[in-house]
């Protein structure tokens, strides 16, 4: 499996135009991901997140600054899963995670479904292959999604609030489920969040984004062990990064 790639941005401005009103999205962010890292970004909604993940996808230009990433070129050596991604409503979960498999790692359709099958079974969800995403509970589907984009192979993954629309308790346990994946397939990951618990338990470090035009007001390390169990939550050192992350985040850090 693709060993992460660093990745890194550089004085990012980005203005959208709408009718007649320029609306100032970015405004100036750095950031970088080291190879293998988990880096999370958080900030107030419509402060930028996905743009910026758009940016860091090749999808869109900035206006300003630049990307680097280890690799080029960069267009297919980033995976990203859009906020409002969807497992194919007329693809058995099992056919949903090799499709990563063979539009990602351009496997042919056979190789594909015995190897999604053998991660299906190491992750958990082998009893699930013949089900349609319909008949899924929300936390099955986001671990079929997040499972098809790993194994697509990136060498970097941007998440975009992939646990958004799940309930609290089933977050938490995907939120484990998805730092056993990570630390199998060991890629680069940005993960946007608007949850701080969820930043805290998943990343290596967080930067905060200021409201629009976002711009990056705090970068937080967090160094906790992993894996991280559930009860990690509680504790001191997690509960003090909490209070710090919030308090940047009404902007009075
Ligand atoms: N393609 C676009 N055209 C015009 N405005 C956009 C476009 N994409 C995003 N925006 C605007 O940029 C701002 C940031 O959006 P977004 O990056 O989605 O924020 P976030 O993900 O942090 O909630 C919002 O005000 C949004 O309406
Ligand atoms: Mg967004």
Redesign the pocket.
């Known amino acids: 499996m693709a060993a992460g790639r660093a990745l890194a941005a550089q004085g990012i401005y980005k203005t959208?135009r709408?009718g007649n009103e320029d609306?100032p999205?970015l405004a100036g962010v750095d950031l970088t991901a080291a190879p293998g890292e988990f880096v999370g970004l958080i900030?107030p909604?419509?402060?930028?997140?996905?743009?910026m993940l758009r940016l860091l996808a090749g999808l869109e230009a900035p206006d300003r600054g630049q990307v680097v990433f280890q690799e080029s070129p960069r267009l297919g050596a980033i995976g990203l899963m859009p906020q409002r991604d969807a497992l194919l409503p007329w693809r058995t979960l099992l056919d949903n995670v090799a499709l990563g498999l063979e539009l990602g790692a351009r496997m042919a359709r056979p190789d594909a479904r015995v190897k999604a099958r053998a991660q299906l079974a190491a992750f958990g969800l082998d009893g699930f292959a013949a089900a349609y995403p319909g008949t899924l509970s929300g936390g099955m589907r986001q671990r079929g999604a997040l499972l098809r984009t790993f194994l697509a192979g990136k060498p970097a993954t941007l998440l975009d609030e992939p646990l958004g629309a799940l309930d609290s308790l089933t977050r938490a346990d995907v939120q484990e489920w998805l730092e056993a994946a990570w630390l199998t397939f060991q890629p680069t990951v940005v993960l946007?969040t608007h949850d701080v618990d969820e930043a805290i338990f998943l990343c290596d470090r967080v930067y905060v984004f200021s409201r629009?035009p976002g711009r990056v007001v705090a970068e937080v390390s967090v160094d906790l062990p992993r894996p991280r169990p559930k009860a990690a939550r509680t504790a001191p050192a997690f509960v003090q990064l909490k209070e710090r992350l919030l308090k940047e985040l009404r902007g009075d850090g």
């Open positions: 959208y709408l609306l999205t900030g909604s419509g402060c930028g997140k996905s743009t946007v629009r």
